[in-house]
């Protein structure tokens, strides 16, 4: 048995580590509320803008003015791994990275895959064997709208000047605190939906659906490729503060667990002294 004094400062030891990880428990249960207000309140616009989007889409030729509906043979894929710059997330990172070379070696096995990072944690394991074609982890440290746009054009540009045939983005969308699910969502060429003959009935067009694809595709792609990222934000804060509770509870169960175990050597160490005072005692009145 450990003694006294490792025990003690075992216990100790413990005790920092909870401090710690309850402090960011709470950091990230603050950064939590107003990054789940943000992707609830935007959620609606995006998805609406998107199956509009998609609607006018299915009643174009790609010649009719929607460059980003080619649909081509696919021989280069460009996927996009949104994860994290920090880490102490559980398997939020590691989610994506297996996701994202899940694609390479399974969907798009027989093509030549690239990447484009956001998040630090992707772009630090991803680069070791694959190919990151660009890094925008900085986008986190001022997260708007105009910063995302940028990295959208990128990716828009990369499809219609023939770079890549297909772009996915790879990323956690975010349900509850607890709860993260991985999404490999495609990207460009858009896809047409399924019921969108139907649905353009429902839509007086003015000047023409071709020139407010033209308009209106930019500004959904560029509004999709946020949304993603801002799910990714507000998962990141979930995880880490289910993965920072969980640290917490397990590091009290350990810090009780040591103090019985204190408990029970000092316990035992007493014991040990009075016997030997006993003995000395008796030892004395018996010479």
């Known amino acids: 048995m450990a003694n006294l004094k490792e025990i003690r400062s075992r216990i100790s030891s413990v005790k920092s580590t909870m401090q710690i990880t309850s402090a960011m428990k709470m950091v990230s249960a603050a950064k939590l509320k107003k990054a789940q207000d943000a992707i609830t309140a935007m959620r609606p616009y995006a998805d609406k803008l998107t199956e509009l989007l998609q609607s006018l889409s299915a009643n ?3 010649d009719g003015g929607s460059r980003y509906s080619e649909v081509r043979e696919v021989k280069k894929v460009l996927v996009v791994s949104i994860s994290s710059n920090r880490g102490l997330c559980g398997a939020f990172n590691a989610n994506i990275i297996k996701q994202s070379v899940s694609l390479l070696q399974g969907k798009y096995g027989n093509q030549q895959v690239d990447f484009v990072t956001i998040g630090k944690k992707a772009a630090d394991i991803l680069r070791k064997r694959h190919t990151i074609v660009s890094d925008h982890s900085r986008v986190f440290d001022d997260l708007t709208f105009e910063a995302v746009a940028a990295i959208a054009e990128e990716l828009m540009k990369r499809f219609e000047d023939g770079e890549y045939d297909r772009i996915e983005l790879v990323y956690n969308k975010f349900k509850n605190a607890a709860t993260q699910i991985v999404m490999t969502e495609q990207f460009l060429p858009i896809q047409p939906a399924e019921e969108a003959a139907e649905m353009a009935g429902d839509y007086i067009f003015e000047p023409s659906e071709a020139e407010i694809v033209e308009q209106l595709i930019p500004k959904s792609l560029k509004t999709q ?17 289910t993965a ?3 640290a917490t509870d397990n590091a009290a169960e350990l810090r009780d667990q040591l103090t019985l175990t204190y408990n029970k050597a ?4 007493i014991t040990n002294e009075i016997l030997e005072i006993v003995g000395g005692a008796e030892a004395l009145a018996n010479t």
């Open 60 to 62: 174009l030729d790609v």
């Open 225 to 241: 490729l946020f949304k993603a990222i801002r799910d990714s934000f507000a998962s990141e804060h979930g995880a880490r503060m």
């Open 244 to 246: 920072m509770h969980k």
């Open 266 to 269: 000092r316990q035992a160490a």
